[in-house]
């Protein structure tokens, strides 16, 4: 499936954040790219700020439109507020969730792990990154990628403690997914309800 592949830095000084990760260039430069990157800042439509909010979520979790989409409606049909159902969806996906365990840097270097055939979940391989973990779900490393350099170097000195609802198991290289994070445990920088005004127009 295709992917976001272009420069990360020039999206993360568009949001002004690092959402893909730690980017040295953007704390130098917090500001858009381009030639008028530093200048004047142009006034943005109601509009434009919530599709501005609806982009920053889909590039941060690493989700086509379509797929974003499909999990809108899915969160509208369910009980709860949802916006807060959409994060709670996207906190589940099995990428996620492995970059949440430590195991990878950034959400592509989990989607891989995955996609790669490195993940089990309940002790089966499972390739499919948008897979949905459910809570009691136990995910974790297949024994032979136990000793790959790439997850060995992100583990390291990881705190595993941050993530109040995945409980990591160092001995077998595991984490159980307890419940479903509330919106006040996602550290994410996302105004979901603007999102939501977005898909209601």
Do not use: C
Not at 29 to 42: E, I, L, M, T
Request: hydrophobic content about 30%; aromatic content about 8%; cysteine-free.
């Amino acid at each position: 499936m295709a992917r976001y592949t272009g420069p990360k830095t020039k999206i993360a000084r568009k949001f002004g954040e690092p959402i893909f990760g730690p980017d040295k260039v953007l704390s130098k430069k917090n500001y858009p790219p381009g030639q008028h990157g530093n200048g004047r800042k142009k006034k943005t439509s109601e509009y434009g700020i919530q599709l501005r909010e609806k982009q920053k979520a889909k590039y941060t979790y690493g989700v086509l439109e379509k797929q974003f989409r499909n999990m809108f409606e899915k969160a509208s049909r369910s009980k709860g507020i949802t916006g807060e159902v959409l994060l709670q969806l996207l906190e589940s996906r099995l990428d996620n969730i492995v970059y949440r365990m430590g195991l990878a840097k950034t959400r592509a270097g989990a989607r891989q792990l995955v996609s790669h055939r490195h993940i089990v979940v309940d002790g089966k391989v499972v390739n499919i990154p948008s897979y949905t973990v459910k809570p009691g779900q136990v995910v974790g490393v297949r024994e032979k990628a136990k000793s790959l350099e790439v997850i060995l170097d992100s583990v390291s000195g990881f705190n595993h403690s941050k993530y109040p609802w995945i409980e990591w198991d160092q001995p077998s290289a595991s984490a159980k997914f307890l419940h479903i994070p509330d919106r006040s445990d996602i550290p994410e920088n996302i105004k979901e309800q603007l999102i939501v005004e977005l898909y209601s127009k």
